[in-house]
């Protein structure tokens, strides 16, 4: 599988955003005089999902997603500004603790060295996915950034890796996608043109993925011709 251009996922391939959501969970919790349970990082989590997919389907604002999720976490209720605040005090931990993993760096290195360029395409919102790259000091190894505020369709639509890959000049039958959700970064990805690989990082599965690394350091490279 070589490829002319790669297009990776964001969250779990490039930056690990459940530890830092994790961290920023249990950093921010005490200054509300709540205790940092398990239980509590895992209902944080449940609730993501539900609030994210209304604001990727265009039934709410990006902001008032976190309004809701902030709400059905905490029990209260309050003006926008106030839940605004209160969400505030979970993005500077959150943010605080952001982290590239240790292979990304290496790979985005030797895609470069070996002529292939490499985008990003994420579900997340414009200005935090890219404050995300920069911040972990990792947006100047890569191109374009597509979003969904910018293609105006999200993963699993396949729809979404056509506009992207549009935008971005290539042949989707030359772009490999790459990314740790296999039904949105691999099998949508394919339905729209593209090769995939299933950066498979916890070693979950599925394990007949044929297509599976497990780290991006084992990402194939175009051979010397």
């Avoid at 779990?12 to 509300?32: C, Q």
């Avoid at 999200?154 to 039904?183: I, L, Q, T, Y």
């Amino acid at each position: 599988m070589e490829a002319l251009a790669v297009l990776l996922d964001l969250d779990g391939t490039l930056v690990d955003h459940d530890a830092a959501a994790d961290a920023g969970l249990r950093a921010w919790l005490p200054t509300l005089g709540l205790a940092a349970t398990d239980e509590a990082v895992a209902r944080w989590s449940e609730l993501q999902e539900p609030h994210l997919a209304a604001w990727r389907a265009g039934r709410v604002t990006y902001a008032e997603q976190r309004r809701r999720r902030l709400r059905d976490f905490l029990g209260v209720s309050g003006t926008d500004a106030e839940l605004d605040a209160v969400f505030a005090g979970y993005l500077r931990h959150y943010e605080a603790a952001w982290s590239a993993y240790d292979d990304v760096v290496p790979a985005l290195t030797a895609l470069a060295a070996a002529g292939v360029p490499a985008a990003v395409l994420t579900n997340g919102s414009k200005d935090q996915q890219r404050k995300k790259l920069e911040r972990t000091g990792i947006a100047a190894l890569l191109g374009p950034v597509f979003t969904v505020d910018d293609l105006g369709v999200a993963k699993p639509d396949p729809e979404a890796f056509r506009r992207a890959c549009d935008r971005w000049g290539r042949p989707v039958n030359r772009v490999v996608s790459v990314g740790d959700n296999h039904a949105l970064d691999v099998l949508a990805a394919r339905e729209a043109g593209l090769h995939a690989i299933h950066l498979d990082r916890l070693a979950r599965g599925p394990h007949d993925e044929q297509h599976r690394i497990t780290t991006l350091r084992d990402l194939p490279l175009p051979r010397p011709r």
